[in-house]
């Protein structure tokens, strides 16, 4: 599991040759929320809450122009695995397709589930794959319908810079994978 970090450890029991030692993600921290598109995947990286997020990083990274389909999906791991030796994140929400467009983009799929590979099998990290819908039941100060959750970006002046097709989706991700409070 190389690049990814446990977080903290807590030793159960006070005997030492049966105590248990238990290792958790910490609930805050950097957090990755991810978008796919076809021809490649946004990312925006994210630390403290979801009342006050600090942005860290943010891209957009398009596959390269080659004809072998395994190559792009390929370069996809290595990029993961750039963001993730450097920020060692805690969490991370993939914005999933919608139920009624999953039919059109093959290769958007297709790079959903290689992110949500990755980040499981080399950082443990259980990429949560939320629609719309349930990214604004995961935002807790968010009250109104799902439709408007690109409203948020108004109330957030360190945020208003992502407040683009490109970037909208993964950054309400990441809100969404933050803390509450």
Do not use: H
Request: glycine share 4%; hydrophobic share 35%.
């Amino acid at each position: 599991m190389e690049g990814c970090l446990f977080g903290e450890q807590k030793v159960v029991g006070s005997n030492p040759s049966t105590a248990l030692i238990i290792f958790f993600k910490d609930d805050s921290g950097i957090v990755l929320g991810f978008r796919a598109f076809s021809d490649g995947f946004s990312y925006v990286i994210l630390d403290g809450t979801q009342s006050n997020p600090t942005l860290v990083e943010f891209n957009r990274c398009t596959l390269p122009n080659v004809n072998d389909w395994s190559q792009c999906l390929s370069w996809i791991r290595r990029q993961l695995n750039e963001i993730v030796q450097k920020y060692d994140p805690q969490g991370a929400c993939l914005k999933g397709i919608e139920p009624l467009s999953k039919n059109k983009s093959t290769k958007r799929i297709q790079i959903e589930a290689i992110i949500q590979e990755y980040l499981y099998s080399n950082c443990s990290l259980s990429s949560i794959v939320r629609v719309k819908s349930q990214l604004k039941k995961d935002i807790v100060d968010f009250n109104e319908p799902a439709r408007y959750l690109e409203r948020i970006f108004q109330y957030n002046d360190a945020l208003m810079k992502l407040d683009s097709p490109q970037y909208q989706d993964a950054t309400l991700a990441a809100i969404a994978e933050l803390p509450p409070e």
